[in-house]
């Protein structure tokens, strides 16, 4: 079957760092997303691996591996608007279906 | 900035009446999808369409739905017979190219009574 985990909730502190994890077990594989989506908005792009390693977009960065179905999210320098869920999704595939993980939403305290 | 946009932001309809939900795509873009999410749920893939077909559809997506693309620039998407569970948040999007990079639109939250 198809399956992304993910932690339902996470808290931390502004100018901090988080990293949110994200285990996918999917029967085909063609990349991996993180959307960011405040709450009644709609989902927007943060990054996309299609390759092991690590992929670093300003203050947000990105790392896959293939081999262990596991992807995390690094959010460095934490500001209160970062306060949101963030959602792992896998295309698997097949004509471009993609998969959304239940996302994990984050607090961000003073 | 380019964008995609979808009418109306929000729909009430009668159970087993048919609605129509409109998007315009990201103009060269070529890839365009429908999701749903249900209030507090995860977003659920339901159809991609790419060169006037269907490219993958999900299990919800069963004979009420449909989607078309009328013209140049509008993607639709129909549910012919509503139910309750039908009421969500219905996103479209678009990419340019398959699979990748895909810009939502603000959505259309539908309630069905």
């Known amino acids: 079957g198809q399956n992304i985990d993910q932690p339902t909730e996470m808290t931390a502190t502004e100018g901090a760092i988080v990293q949110i994890n994200c285990t996918y077990q999917?029967?085909?594989?063609?990349?991996l997303f993180w959307y960011q989506q405040h709450a009644g908005e709609a989902p927007t792009f943060l990054s996309y691996n299609v390759l092991d390693g690590l992929e670093e977009k300003g203050r947000f960065s990105s790392f896959l591996s293939r081999s262990k179905g596991y992807s995390y999210l690094l959010l460095k320098e934490l500001q209160m608007k970062d306060s949101a869920s963030y959602l792992c999704?896998?295309?698997?595939?097949?004509?471009?279906?993609?998969?959304f993980g239940a996302g994990t939403r984050l607090f961000v305290k003073a | 900035e380019p964008e995609v946009t979808q009418t109306p932001s929000h729909q009430v309809t009668q159970m087993g009446q048919e609605v129509i939900l409109r998007c315009v795509p990201i103009?060269?873009?070529?890839?365009f999808y429908w999701y749903r999410q249900i209030l507090g749920q995860k977003v659920e893939f339901l159809v991609s369409f790419y060169n006037n077909e269907i490219s993958e559809k999900s299990e919800i997506f069963d004979d009420q739905f449909s989607v078309e693309r009328p013209d140049g620039s509008n993607f639709t998407l129909k549910i012919r017979s509503t139910k309750l569970e039908d009421s969500a948040m219905y996103f479209c999007?678009?990419?340019?190219?398959?699979?990748?990079?895909?810009?939502f639109g603000q959505g259309t939250r539908l309630t069905v009574v």
């Open positions: 103009s060269n873009h070529l890839y």
């Open positions: 999007a678009s990419s340019a190219t398959g699979g990748t990079e895909a810009f």
């Open positions: 999704a896998v295309n698997d595939g097949e004509g471009f279906k993609t998969i």
């Open positions: 999917t029967s085909g594989f063609n990349g």
